[in-house]
């Protein structure tokens, strides 16, 4: 239960526009002030930089398909709102503004929507909503009494992607862009959660608890072909797909400090950045 309320109020995106990952850019959150803040860095991990300072929590960085804004939560007013700033973190805008807890912003691939999450309806539960990029024509896409997280867009804008507990435990689902059409892709006992949409929309990559311990696994984008990535005794979680498809970048605590890694697409070749955080998509 300790990382599934983290899931809900943390995350990190490795984000930009373009193809290759050698001159990509992660943006991360990280608490190594004491405080969570928004940081960026080069892919292999060098060039840190960081991009808010305050006393709230600031998290869930997600960079616009076109590189210049990064979208994210913080509880700076109190709660927990949207904001969107520029990329080197100047001009910082309130999207949201309720008595809610709004969470986990995801861009259209087009950049003109931002789905995120929110607990505002007055039950209890957290849905799935939708906005426009500045911050208008809030629309409610999932309305049960469980909770619906962790909005992901297909690369094609049509499909967005969330886990649930609507059955009992975390599944991974899948419905339209407008909420419509809403289909369970996995169904085990364990919890199967954070979705992750590949480049080209042809597998999603998510964490799951399967074994005793959170690991990261990938599937096809219909639910089949699910193959587990890593195997140990620590947990591994946020799984995030580099620009070009190759590798996958994921938070272990493997060597005591919640570090973020790199993997091949095999579960290979893993690679320690040396960066305190938590990731969740990637560009450059």
């Known amino acids: 239960m300790r990382r599934f ?4 109020l943390a995350c990190v995106l490795l984000a930009g526009c373009g193809g290759g990952s050698e001159d990509s850019k992660i943006a991360f959150h990280s608490d190594r002030d004491g405080a969570d803040e928004i940081f960026v860095m080069n892919a292999d991990g060098t060039g840190v930089t960081q991009l808010t300072d305050n006393d709230g929590r600031d998290r869930f ?5 076109n590189g210049k804004k990064i979208a994210f939560h913080s509880d700076r007013d109190g709660d927990e709102e949207i904001f969107v700033m520029n990329a080197d973190g100047t001009g910082v805008t309130q999207l949201t503004d309720n008595d809610g807890r709004d969470g986990f912003p995801a861009w259209s691939p087009n950049g003109k929507q931002i789905a995120f999450q929110s607990l505002r309806d007055g039950d209890n539960d957290v ?7 500045d911050g208008t ?3 409610q896409l999932t309305d049960n009494y469980d909770y619906d997280v962790s909005p992901a867009w297909s690369p094609n804008g049509k499909k967005i992607a969330f886990h649930s507990d609507r059955d009992g435990d975390l599944e991974i689902f899948v419905m339209n862009a407008d909420g419509t059409g809403v289909t369970q892709l996995t169904d085990n006992y364990d919890w199967d ?4 949409w590949s480049p080209n929309g042809k597998q999603i990559a998510f964490m799951g608890n399967r074994d005793g311990d959170s690991e990261v696994l990938v599937m096809n984008a219909d639910g089949t072909g699910v193959t587990q990535l890593t195997d140990n005794d620590d947990g591994d979680w946020h799984p995030a797909w580099s620009p070009n498809g190759m590798k ?3 938070e272990s605590d493997r060597d005591g400090n919640n570090e973020i890694f790199v993997m091949n697409l ?9 960066q305190q955080g938590i990731p969740s998509s ?3």
Not at 5 to 8: I, K
Not at 127 to 133: D, K
Not at 193 to 196: G, L, R, S
Not at 266 to 274: A, E, K, P, T
């Open 5 to 8: 309320v983290g899931v809900l």
């Open 61 to 65: 960085p997600a960079w616009s398909p």
């Open 127 to 133: 849905e799935v909503f939708v906005m426009n990029a």
């Open 137 to 139: 024509g809030v629309t």
């Open 193 to 196: 959660w954070h979705p992750a």
């Open 248 to 250: 996958i970048a994921f």
């Open 266 to 274: 095999d579960g290979g070749h893993v690679v320690s950045l040396g």
């Open 282 to 284: 990637w560009g450059g």
